[in-house]
């Protein structure tokens, strides 16, 4: 399973202005909407807020994985802002984060969810894909590093 083959390039956001992290999910939710990735957009925000409350989504190196199971939802959706400035957004190791992959995906199928996140949680450990993300400067540079660095675990 790898993330390069779910994450379209259109997904990808450079845009997002920094801020607390429920104005960056709020910013990214309303992107997503508008570029018509989504249309339940507060039921979405909701879900993620809730999870965030169990405890954050901030992994270590620089990395957030936002995510939800939602109902109604055809095929899972992951999209990613780069943030350059970094935000807060509590994470293990007190970082900035810098990349947001958010993920959202069908509560008739938990187990996709799942896979998915631990592959990026190997994945994040195991290569340097945010470092070398913060010098990107398109979403297919991005899009282009993530695969080149996923290619690297098997």
């Known amino acids: 399973?790898?993330?390069?083959?779910?994450?379209?390039?259109?997904?990808?956001?450079l845009?997002?202005?920094?801020?607390?992290?429920r104005d960056v999910l709020e910013k990214f939710v309303t992107a997503l909407k508008?570029?018509?990735?989504?249309?339940?957009?507060?039921?979405i925000l909701e879900e993620l807020l809730k999870r965030e409350?169990?405890?954050?989504?901030g992994l270590e190196k620089g990395i957030a994985v936002p995510h939800a199971l939602i109902e109604n939802?055809?095929?899972?959706?992951?999209?990613?802002a780069l943030i350059k400035d970094g935000v807060n957004f509590e994470s293990v190791d007190q970082?900035?984060?810098y990349i947001i992959l958010l993920l959202?995906?069908?509560?008739?199928?938990?187990?996709?969810?799942?896979?998915?996140?631990?592959?990026?949680?190997r994945m994040v450990k195991e290569t340097d894909f945010v470092e070398?993300?913060?010098k990107a400067e398109s979403s297919h540079d991005i899009w282009s590093l993530l695969k080149e660095e996923e290619e690297k675990i098997e």
Do not use: W
């Open 15 to 21: 845009d997002l202005e920094p801020g607390e992290k």
């Open 73 to 80: 939802i055809d095929e899972p959706i992951l999209a990613l």
């Open 95 to 97: 970082m900035p984060t």
């Open 1 to 13: 399973m790898k993330v390069h083959t779910f994450l379209k390039e259109d997904y990808i956001f």
């Open 53 to 57: 409350s169990l405890g954050s989504t």
């Open 34 to 43: 508008k570029r018509g990735l989504i249309t339940k957009e507060k039921v």
């Open 104 to 121: 959202l995906g069908s509560k008739d199928n938990p187990g996709f969810q799942l896979r998915l996140l631990a592959h990026i949680c």
């Open 132 to 134: 070398l993300s913060k």
